[in-house]
Each structure stands twice: as C-alpha cells, then as structure tokens.
C-alpha cells in the first residue's frame, strides 16, 4: 500500500535537507570501490580527515564535486581554482592556464570506463583521456555554456545537463564529435 505523509513546511525542508546530505554522503562514498565504509557502525567508518586550503595547500576550499577514476585517483573540483587529482600522496593540480580546461569555475565530474574524466565548467565541457590528452566542447549557439550535470551511460552515451540551456547528449567518449542539443 502507498502511504502519504503529509508535512508542514518547514518540516519539509528539514526533511528534504537531511534526505540531499545522506544522498551527498552516499554518493561520496559509493563512488570509490576502494572505500568500503557503514557509516553508521564506529568499527568501520574510519576517521574523518578534514582538508583545506590553510592547512594542507589545497588551491580552495569549495568543492563542488568528487569522484574516482577506474584507477581510483581522486578528483576534486576546487571553485575557480580548476581541479586536483590526488594519486597516492601526490596532488596533480589543472586549471585553464596548464590544462584544456574551458574555465577554472569547474562543477561536476563524471569518469569514464576507458580512464577519461568529463570536467563540467562554467563555460563548456572539457575532456582528459587516459594518455592525457584534452579537449572541450562549448555550443557556439549559446552565450555561457553552464555545466552543472554529466551522466555517461553503459553504452558510453555521455548525456550533459545546463544551467539554462536544456540537455545534451552525445554516443561514445570520441569528443570529436558535436554534441546533440535536446
């Protein structure tokens, strides 16, 4: 049987709040296969570290996204700082200055099965391979291309959602090709 709940406002919120950060925390903690964490149990949720610019060098401290490669590097998006890789002990830093990157105003992350990692920004998309190579996409029709979603799909369909400018979607990771506006 479908049960509804009815809730006041502000209880709305709450609960909305808490069902986003437990979404967050899930999200962040599925990615890696490496991290094998239950939250809820102190024998195996480890040990929190906290990471900032101030006390580890890290280039901000907002963070928008974070995900895993298949080699299990991780990727931070750092707010108009570009984004880290962190291999081992060792950061990798990329911005619009050192990278193909569109914009330093990076905002979401998503892999690939070959080892490239899609890099959403403010303006467009940027694309690095597995062997390092970069590239971007950026529609000529639009005046800022906001990335703030990309999904690749099990067929390596690449679908890319925007601010205010709709979705796209294109087949495979060769990014040579034009993407689809939806």
């Known amino acids: 049987t479908l049960k509804t709940i009815n809730m006041k406002k502000p209880e709305l919120k709450r609960f909305s709040l808490i069902k986003a950060c437990l ?12 991290i094998k964490y239950d939250l809820l149990d102190p024998a ?5 570290t906290l990471y900032t610019s101030e006390k580890d060098g890290l280039p901000g401290n907002e963070i928008d996204d974070i995900k895993c ?19 081992g002990d060792q950061w ?7 990278s193909g990157l569109r914009s330093n105003s990076v905002t979401v992350l998503e892999p690939t099965a070959e080892g490239g990692m899609f890099i959403g920004t403010s303006d ?12 971007y996409y950026k529609d000529p029709n639009v005046i800022k291309m906001w990335i703030y979603s990309i999904k690749v799909g099990s067929d390596g369909t690449v679908w890319i959602g925007t601010k205010n400018d709709g979705f796209y979607y294109f087949e495979g990771v060769d990014t040579g090709q034009v993407l689809v506006s939806v």
């Open 92 to 98: 990798t830093y990329y911005n619009k200055s050192n």
């Open 44 to 48: 195996t949720a480890g040990v929190w």
């Open 69 to 87: 490669d298949v080699n299990g590097d991780l990727w931070v998006t750092f707010w108009l700082e570009g984004v880290g890789v962190l291999s």
């Open 23 to 34: 979404f967050l925390i899930l999200a962040v903690f599925t990615t890696c296969e490496k």
């Open 124 to 135: 467009g998309i940027s694309f690095r391979s597995s062997d390092g190579q970069w590239s």
